[in-house]
Nanobody, 121 residues
Framework: VQFVESGGGLVRPGESLKLSCAASGSISSFFAMAWYRQGPGKQRDLVAAMNNDGEIKYADSVRDRFAISRDNAQNMLYLQMNSLRPGDTAVYYC????????????????WGQGTQVTVSS
């Protein structure tokens, strides 16, 4: 399965964007789907994850602003981002992580090209 992210762009602080991740195959077999991001000079970090039980985990910095959703029938993953801040500037990636000892661990097999989000006035 390959993932293709889209929907990024240049926005002003306070604006919204919705990212999409299209999978080339079924995502229903994955335990979880997630969004990660990598800002300039930073490591790639988890933004949001949703497992097949519908349980959702958000990074503290995006809780109450971002919303993850998935459509298993369409093999799509989404990230609605509201009240964007300059600190949200990053390349955003989707992934099908493993869940190991209570933590989501991304699978390097599933990294795509990502989509750039830039928040600037």
């Amino acid at each position: 399965v390959q993932f293709v992210e889209s929907g990024g762009g240049l926005v002003r602080p306070g604006e919204s964007l919705k990212l999409s991740c299209a999978a080339s195959g079924s995502i229903s077999s994955f335990f979880a789907m997630a969004w990660y991001r990598q800002g300039p000079g930073k490591q790639r970090d988890l933004v949001a994850a949703m497992n097949n039980d519908g349980e959702i985990k958000y990074a503290d910095s995006v809780r109450d602003r971002f919303a993850i959703s998935r459509d298993n029938a369409q093999n799509m993953l989404y990230l609605q981002m509201n009240s964007l801040r300059p600190g949200d500037t990053a390349v955003y990636y989707c992934n099908a992580p493993d869940y190991v000892y209570g933590a989501y661990v991304p699978d390097d097999e599933y990294w795509g090209q990502g989509t750039q989000v830039t928040v600037s006035s």
